[in-house]
């Protein structure tokens, strides 16, 4: 998918009018041109000059006249309508904690300038051109990261994103790709030649009523989700191929039969991702080990990580709806008016399209799906660095692996000093855990706040920063498996020698009974025609010969190894892992990875 080069802001809904997560993530990470639609200059316009014009002074509205919160009931003149704005603004921002990042920072004021763009907030043009000024010359908000309660909506974080476009409080100033400095924001927009808002009537509680924080974390995190489930489908497919496994699990006519959109999406990824996979033909008739059947981890993974599918599918869509959405309070609702009918002030109307449960539920559900996906991730290292079950790959998955017959003495010191990658193992179990534990369904504990006035409240921006947080440990989740499977793959080729086990049970067959096989050859040597040993027994243990082609993986497997080795090559003797784990995470973080298999990972959006 070619990048976007550019964002337009306009006031109008449906395909080509509708922001989409990839806008949301060109503007925030690849500072992506947002433009300003001019009709919905002129629509915004238009429309503020008409509910100034209804208001006669008397009738008492939210946020234009009266107070907010629990000061509902205080007026407020028109004289003083721009005091009450600036000092909204002012107290709100009572952010703590860190700074938060730079694209979330900027995913929500491309949010916050589409929901005023609609149209329905009765504030001027000036507010959504000054955000987009901003985004453009790279002047981004400093908003610390804490302070949300997701209801009336992220009233602290959005405060700061206005205080900066005020000119008080600080902010970075630069592009993505160079150096940001940080400085006073009113010097920021010096520098950008961008004159500060002075507020008029109601426009303070329209630039911090509504849940655009949590929807930039939300959809930060739902991008990289997709990047990381993508990743684990060639992880599955990769695994599967060097650890023996079968394909069968993930075949259409099987899926057919349980339908779930998820896993049926998954299933062919994976079975797609496997084709013509030499290795895999070695064992299609059981003769390397006789196993019938795969682990859960590789024989349930559709079943396992197709739901992780639909359940980002979903955030993704709850996302995208939010993207679009008027989120304010009040909200004037006399648009479009009908022909020759009047502004009904009444019809500026106080509602909850601030409360971000709808964010919560979905984000919760991202939550979710990195808890599944690191867990299974995490299951597969188990086994890999367990020579009981690893198919012969040898304890710690060690260079070169096990081969027939005695090593020399130097050989056998060099691997009783080695560990190769059982600690990756212990990376992984503790990643999975610490994901785990960020799983806390925040949405479920609501804590009343404004004196009752708010006294059901979504913390959602809680759940979308831990998902965000969860998606990023995924990452180093699925590096830590990826590691094991590339090393795996080379070992597999350089030994040649797989260890097997004779067919059917241990009993011979001169005992008698139906169902007795063949017991296991009184041969000790086996020659093919070029002189190479073919089979050889050791102490009861069966070794074959492979020509090295024909233990490599499927075409597009095999170039994600090869881009795996890039960030983490093959550890040969014991080494420092942790940059090469940072290195092959960043890859995994970036797509980079999933990109090198060449597949499109086509999906249907849930529910088409």
Same mark, same amino acid.
């Given at each position: 998918?070619?990048?976007?080069?550019? /964002?337009?802001?306009?006031?109008?809904?449906?395909?080509?009018?509708?922001?989409?997560?990839?806008?949301?993530?060109?503007?925030?990470?690849?500072?992506?041109?947002?433009?300003?639609?001019?009709?919905? @200059?002129?629509?915004?316009?238009?429309?503020?000059?008409?509910?100034?014009?209804?208001?006669? &002074?008397?009738? #008492?509205?939210? &946020?234009?006249?009266?107070?907010?919160?629990?000061? /509902?009931?205080?007026?407020?003149?028109?004289?003083?309508?721009?005091?009450?704005?600036?000092?909204?603004?002012?107290?709100?921002?009572?952010?703590?904690?860190?700074?938060?990042?730079?694209?979330?920072?900027?995913?929500?004021?491309?949010?916050?300038?589409?929901?005023?763009?609609?149209?329905?907030?009765? /504030?001027?043009?000036?507010?959504?051109?000054?955000?987009?000024?901003?985004?453009?010359? $790279?002047?981004?908000?400093?908003?610390?990261?804490? $302070?949300?309660?997701?209801?009336? $909506?992220?009233?602290? #974080?959005?405060?700061?994103?206005?205080?900066?476009?005020?000119?008080?409080?600080?902010?970075?100033?630069?592009?993505?790709?160079? *150096?940001?400095? @940080?400085?006073?924001?009113?010097?920021?927009?010096?520098?950008?030649?961008?004159?500060?808002?002075?507020?008029?009537?109601?426009?303070?509680?329209?630039?911090?009523?509504?849940?655009?924080?949590?929807?930039?974390?939300?959809?930060?995190?739902?991008?990289?989700?997709?990047?990381?489930?993508?990743?684990?489908?060639?992880?599955?497919?990769?695994?599967?191929? /060097?650890?023996?496994?079968?394909?069968?699990?993930?075949?259409?006519?099987?899926?057919?039969?349980?339908?779930?959109?998820?896993?049926?999406?998954?299933?062919?990824?994976?079975?797609?991702?496997?084709?013509?996979?030499?290795?895999?033909?070695?064992? @299609?008739?059981?003769?390397?080990?006789?196993?019938?059947?795969?682990?859960?981890?590789?024989?349930?993974?559709?079943?396992?990580?197709?739901?992780?599918?639909?359940?980002?599918?979903?955030?993704?869509?709850?996302?995208?709806?939010?993207?679009?959405?008027?989120?304010?309070?009040?909200?004037?609702?006399?648009?479009?008016?009908?022909?020759?009918?009047?502004?009904?002030?009444?019809?500026?109307?106080?509602?909850?399209?601030?409360?971000?449960?709808?964010?919560?539920?979905?984000?919760?559900?991202?939550?979710?799906?990195?808890?599944?996906?690191?867990?299974?991730?995490?299951?597969?290292?188990?086994?890999?660095?367990?020579?009981?079950?690893?198919?012969?790959?040898?304890?710690?998955?060690?260079? #070169?692996? *096990?081969?027939? &017959?005695?090593?020399?003495?130097?050989?056998?010191?060099?691997?009783?000093?080695?560990?190769?990658?059982?600690?990756?193992?212990?990376?992984?179990?503790?990643?999975?855990?610490?994901?785990?534990?960020?799983?806390?369904?925040?949405?479920?504990?609501?804590?009343?706040?404004?004196?009752?006035?708010?006294?059901?409240?979504?913390?959602?921006?809680?759940?979308?920063?831990?998902?965000?947080?969860?998606?990023?440990?995924?990452?180093?989740?699925?590096?830590?498996?990826?590691?094991?499977?590339?090393?795996?793959?080379?070992?597999?080729?350089?030994?040649?020698?797989?260890?097997?086990?004779?067919?059917?049970?241990?009993?011979?067959?001169?005992?008698?009974?139906?169902?007795?096989?063949?017991?296991?050859?009184?041969?000790?040597?086996?020659?093919?025609?070029?002189?190479?040993?073919?089979?050889?027994?050791?102490?009861?243990?069966?070794?074959?010969?492979?020509?090295?082609?024909?233990?490599?993986?499927?075409?597009?497997?095999?170039?994600?190894?090869?881009?795996?080795?890039?960030?983490?090559?093959?550890?040969?003797?014991?080494?420092?892992?942790?940059?090469?784990?940072?290195?092959?995470?960043?890859?995994?973080?970036?797509?980079?990875?999933?990109?090198?298999? $060449?597949?499109?990972?086509?999906?249907?959006?849930?529910?088409?």
């Amino acid at each position: 998918m070619a990048p976007t080069a550019e /964002v337009t802001i306009s006031h109008e809904t449906g395909p080509g009018f509708d922001i989409t997560l990839a806008d949301i993530i060109a503007a925030a990470r690849a500072d992506a041109r947002v433009t300003f639609s001019e009709d919905a @200059r002129a629509l915004m316009q238009s429309r503020r000059e008409a509910t100034l014009a209804a208001l006669d &002074g008397d009738t #008492p509205i939210y &946020g234009f006249n009266r107070g907010f919160g629990s000061n /509902v009931r205080e007026a407020v003149s028109t004289e003083d309508a721009e005091r009450l704005q600036t000092n909204l603004i002012r107290s709100h921002s009572a952010g703590v904690g860190d700074a938060a990042p730079r694209d979330v920072v900027r995913a929500t004021m491309v949010l916050r300038a589409r929901s005023l763009a609609r149209g329905c907030s009765a /504030v001027r043009p000036e507010l959504v051109e000054t955000l987009i000024s901003c985004l453009n010359a $790279g002047v981004t908000p400093v908003v610390p990261r804490f $302070g949300s309660v997701s209801a009336s $909506g992220d009233l602290a #974080p959005l405060s700061h994103v206005a205080l900066c476009l005020i000119g008080e409080g600080d902010a970075f100033l630069g592009a993505a790709d160079g *150096e940001q400095e @940080r400085m006073p924001a009113a010097e920021a927009l010096r520098r950008a030649g961008i004159e500060p808002l002075s507020l008029g009537m109601k426009e303070g509680l329209a630039l911090n009523n509504g849940c655009q924080y949590t929807a930039a974390w939300m959809a930060l995190a739902a991008d990289k989700m997709l990047t990381s489930i993508k990743t684990a489908a060639l992880a599955t497919a990769s695994a599967a191929q /060097v650890m023996f496994g079968s394909d069968t699990p993930f075949s259409a006519a099987l899926h057919a039969l349980r339908p779930h959109p998820g896993s049926v999406t998954f299933a062919r990824w994976v079975g797609d991702l496997m084709a013509s996979s030499p290795i895999r033909e070695l064992h @299609r008739n059981f003769d390397i080990d006789g196993e019938v059947q795969d682990p859960y981890n590789l024989r349930c993974a559709a079943q396992i990580l197709g739901p992780c599918l639909t359940l980002i599918e979903r955030a993704i869509t709850t996302l995208e709806i939010e993207a679009n959405s008027v989120t304010d309070n009040p909200i004037d609702l006399n648009w479009p008016l009908a022909e020759g009918a009047d502004y009904d002030i009444d019809a500026i109307t106080s509602g909850g399209h601030f409360h971000g449960m709808p964010l919560a539920m979905d984000a919760y559900g991202l939550l979710q799906a990195a808890g599944v996906m690191a867990k299974l991730s995490s299951t597969r290292c188990h086994r890999f660095v367990d020579p009981a079950r690893n198919r012969g790959l040898g304890a710690q998955v060690r260079w #070169p692996g *096990e081969t027939p &017959g005695p090593v020399d003495e130097q050989e056998a010191r060099r691997r009783s000093t080695s560990s190769g990658l059982m600690i990756v193992e212990y990376s992984a179990s503790g990643l999975a855990n610490w994901i785990g534990g960020l799983a806390m369904p925040s949405h479920l504990f609501s804590i009343s706040t404004d004196s009752g006035q708010e006294d059901h409240v979504s913390m959602a921006g809680n759940v979308a920063q831990r998902a965000h947080d969860a998606a990023e440990r995924l990452a180093e989740s699925l590096a830590c498996e990826l590691a094991f499977t590339a090393q795996a793959a080379r070992v597999r080729r350089e030994t040649q020698y797989l260890k097997t086990r004779a067919l059917g049970p241990s009993t011979p067959a001169s005992s008698g009974g139906d169902n007795a096989l063949a017991a296991k050859p009184a041969i000790e040597d086996r020659i093919d025609e070029n002189g190479r040993p073919l089979q050889r027994s050791f102490e009861e243990v069966w070794w074959r010969y492979f020509d090295a082609d024909a233990l490599r993986l499927s075409a597009p497997c095999e170039r994600v190894m090869t881009a795996i080795e890039e960030a983490f090559p093959t550890v040969v003797e014991d080494r420092m892992l942790a940059d090469d784990l940072n290195a092959l995470a960043d890859r995994v973080r970036s797509g980079a990875i999933a990109a090198a298999s $060449g597949y499109a990972f086509d999906h249907m959006p849930v529910g088409a």
